[in-house]
Nanobody, 120 residues
């Protein structure tokens, strides 16, 4: 069973930056795919970014050019650097993982979530 423990997030003014981390109990090289979802109040959980074990990233159109997903295999940790934040980026961010996730499947494992709040 893969366990994902998140840290980071917080509150920031529009245009500012925040970061998220996700530590995995399993080597990231063995997970095949990890990424981040956002869920705003009363909204569905939507994909923000994902990365496969070779380091190939994929971003949603709304965050492309502003967010950077990366991983440190030595620390079994996934990161999301969020720059030029907008109010619409606000929500609960969840780390996610799954062997078929990058191939279109819904992630099998989830972190506990971290709040990101961007004020105008």
């Amino acid at each position: 069973q893969v366990q994902l423990v998140q840290s980071g997030g917080g509150s920031v003014q529009a245009g500012g930056s925040l970061s998220l981390s996700c530590a995995s109990s399993t080597a990231t090289s063995d997970i095949f795919c990890m990424g981040w979802f956002r869920q705003g109040p009363g909204e569905d959980r939507v994909s923000v970014a994902k990365i496969d074990r070779t380091g190939r990233p994929n971003y949603s159109q709304s965050v492309k050019g502003r967010f950077t997903i990366s991983q440190n295999s030595a620390k079994n940790t996934l990161y999301l650097q969020m720059n030029s934040l907008k109010p619409e980026d606000t929500g609960m961010y969840y780390c996610a993982a799954g062997s078929q996730y990058c191939r279109g499947a819904y992630p099998a494992f989830w972190g506990q979530g971290a709040q990101v709040t961007v004020s105008s």
